[in-house]
């Protein structure tokens, strides 16, 4: 950390990275013992595992659940679809397809050495290595030739429910000056315990995260890229119960940005947190490996519990989600740490304190692509009064150098907002980055004013917090409500079933590589 405008003890600073590091640890200690559903699928699909059977239900699915099934997916899919490789020579696609029409029992097979299932499975792993580096290469081709807008990127979403419409939209974004297209999920499918497939034309508050889907929305938004002559970044959400399946079909079809948060499945969608923290690792391994800037989910926090009274747990959980992605092999730049404007209008002084946290997270994260959310709890059918609440946090967002920007909208309770509304958005925004653009540069915080008096507290009882995290672990923590408010069992939630202790013969031979690339 470079010297601080507000005046936080740098050494303060590394204490609380010490303990978050620490409660990582522990988390990691834990994650490395178990795999999940989510997982094996995952597998599955880097092996090149893909489409549907006569049902409609995607390969990977039939394959592990079949495992499950038979009470032997400890030992994981590598394992039994390399074995069945070396005893059918069949290809993993061929074998999946087998198991699905009932011809094939991967556990009545002959088993063969542990080398031989290597050597059998390598050349499926170098090509979905390869074809991942090919997506990453492709992206910093683009960025090296055309460029891209200048930070905050100017974030919006696209949410029509049919992903040719969403098309439409987003080119119409990109036009009108957004950086980033986000296409936001249907609701509810972060609890499907799969991915559907195909192109959608029916999601309800979104559009499904399907592979196809992925991919045509990185056509469109190359070729708008190429038109406006500014590279535009495409985001989806691999939260939920598929997260690292939705990872690597992201990191399959060159998406930039993925919604990656360590807890928000936990808290706001009852996802067993056992699950949630093993699926969080392999997810952001992959997401690290493709070049894909993460966006974690502490902005919820914000609109659950007062932004005011609760603003340390967003950094604790910023600290947090920064040491378990270093874990995972993603480095700073890809971090969009998040955090928001939330506080109650009528609350005095509310942007010093608004203008405190956002540049004290800037501080303690500096190489992060912070994420910075709109105000949306206190939002209401005044669109004047919107517009300016919209301003001020625009103003602070170019003021403190955020990384990722969701705009606000007029018409923020509708799921897809009005086109005008984005253009008003993405007008606002550019005029304030424009004639603000150096005022960080310019002003300087008041020696035991109000601002550097509240980031100071906010760390302090950020400190506290994680002390107490590490004394009772994450795992108590999160059972006793110390995020959002939001109280979850260790034992209860969706998706427990799915979660399984790692057998003898188990192996995941992508980790490595992807956590050593060069």
Known sequence: MLKSKLGLDVEKVGYAKSIAKDIANEVQQFVVNYTTVAVERTLCRLLGIDGIDLDGVPLPNVLVDSLKEKGVLEQGVIFYIGNAMVETGLSPQQIATQVSEGKLDLTALNVHPGEKIDMAIQPMVTASLQRIKERRARRDSYLKTIGEGSQPYIYVIVATGNIYEDVVQAQAAARQGADIIAVIRTTGQSLLDYVPYGATTEGFGGTYATQENFRIMRKALDEVSEEVGRYIRLCNYCSGLCM???????????????????????????????????????????????????????????????????????????????????????????????????????????????????????????????????????????????????????????????????????????????????????????????????????????????????????????????????????????????????????????????????????????????????
């Open 244 to 518: 690292p399946e939705i990872a690597v079909m992201g990191a399959f079809e060159g998406l930039d940005v993925m919604l990656n948060d360590a807890l928000y499945g936990i808290l706001f969608r009852d996802i067993n947190m056992q699950r949630t923290l093993i699926d969080q690792y392999f997810s952001r391994i992959i997401n690290g490996y493709a070049g894909v800037i993460i966006n974690t989910g502490e902005d919820n926090y914000l609109t659950t519990a007062d932004a005011f009274e609760e603003a340390h747990t967003v950094l604790a959980s910023d600290l947090i989600n920064e040491q378990l992605a270093f874990i995972a092999g993603i480095p700073a730049k890809q971090m969009g740490l998040g955090h928001a404007f939330e506080m109650d209008p009528e609350l005095e002084n509310g942007f010093l304190f608004e203008l405190a946290q956002a540049q004290m997270t800037r501080e303690i994260f500096p190489e992060a692509t912070l994420k910075y959310m709109p105000p949306t709890k206190f939002m209401t059918g005044n669109i004047f009064r919107g517009q300016i609440q919209n301003a001020l946090f625009n103003q602070i967002s170019v003021w403190t150098g955020q990384g990722i920007q969701l705009l606000g909208m007029l018409t923020e309770a509708i799921h897809t907002p009005f086109m005008s509304d984005r253009f008003l958005a993405i007008e606002n925004a550019k005029y304030i980055f424009n004639n603000m653009r150096s005022i960080g540069d310019e002003v300087e915080f008041k020696e035991n004013g109000i601002i550097r008096n509240r980031a100071k507290e906010v760390l302090q009882k950020a400190i506290e917090l994680l002390e107490s995290l590490k004394h009772e672990g994450l795992f108590n923590a999160l059972e006793q409500g110390k995020f959002g408010g939001v109280k979850r069992p260790k034992t209860g939630g969706k998706g427990l079933s799915g979660v399984v202790q790692r057998g003898t013969n188990y192996r995941n031979p992508f980790v490595e590589p992807m956590l050593n690339r060069k």
